[in-house]
T-cell receptor, first 110, second 112 residues
Framework: TQLLEQSPQFLSIQEGENLTVYCNSS?????LQWYRQEPGEGPVLLVT?????EVKKLKRLTFQFGDARKDSSLHITAAQPGDTGLYLC??????????FGTGTRLKVLA | NAGVTQTPKFQVLKTGQSMTLQCAQD?????MYWYRQDPGMGLRLIYY???????DKGEVPNGYNVSRLNKREFSLRLESAAPSQTSVYFC???????????FGDGTRLSIL
């Protein structure tokens, strides 16, 4: 069974701080996606990474795919209250299936 | 632009009752998915439909059935609801398998 472990599970920080969320697996994925989910809504795609070692930036968010395509990280610079939410990574396991991580719940305090 | 629409948004059932969760997408996507989300467990795939006319089991299919009614609609049926099926259910669609998934806002289901 393929698993994606995310850490930390919960994170509460002050506005302006930096943070990193990790997504790790023993399995290789052909691509990996990051989603953000707000209360009462479905997840919304932030980014897809495909190539080992790839780095993508989305404003203050930086996403990296591990060289071996088994892990990924999300770094947020100068976090803002609007960044609050549940962050989910999802690895494509083939045959139309994505495996979702356990999630990181982020709260940014003003 | 509605995207993915799920109905109902909330439902309370008694053990043993049956119900169908409805999902429709207006993006002309080929693939559709049903997930359940439980605290601390992320999203788990129940069933998926790679294209119209096909359905396949995901990670946790027991106790559920699905129907891909046409390209737009994908329903999830609980034949005899159990308390362990209390969860938030999400429907998603994507253009093809390895592309962005678009999610509905979920159905919050409680089984007493």
């Amino acid at each position: 069974t393929q698993l994606l472990e995310q850490s930390p599970q919960f994170l509460s920080i002050q506005e302006g701080e930096n943070l990193t969320v990790y997504c790790n697996s023993s399995s290789v994925f052909s691509s990996l996606q990051w989603y953000r989910q707000e209360p009462g809504e479905g997840p919304v795609l932030l980014v897809t990474v495909v190539t080992g070692g790839e780095v993508k930036k989305l404003k203050r968010l930086t996403f990296q795919f591990g060289d071996a395509r088994k892990d990924s990280s999300l770094h947020i610079t100068a976090a803002q209250p609007g960044d609050t939410g549940l962050y989910l990574c999802a690895g494509f396991s083939g045959t139309y299936k994505y495996i979702f991580g356990t999630g990181t719940r982020l709260k940014v305090l003003a | 632009n509605a995207g993915v629409t799920q109905t109902p948004k909330f439902q309370v059932l008694k053990t043993g009752q049956s119900m169908t969760l409805q999902c429709a997408q207006d993006m002309n996507h080929n693939s559709m998915y049903w997930y359940r989300q439980d605290p601390g467990m992320g999203l788990r795939l129940i069933y998926y439909s790679a294209s119209e006319g096909t359905t396949d089991k995901g990670e946790v299919p027991n106790g559920y059935n699905v129907s891909r009614l046409n390209k737009r609609e994908f329903s999830l049926r609980l034949e005899s609801a159990a308390p362990s099926q209390t969860s938030v259910y999400f429907c998603a669609s994507s253009e093809v398998g390895e592309s962005a998934q678009h999610f509905g806002d979920g159905t919050r289901l409680s089984i007493l």
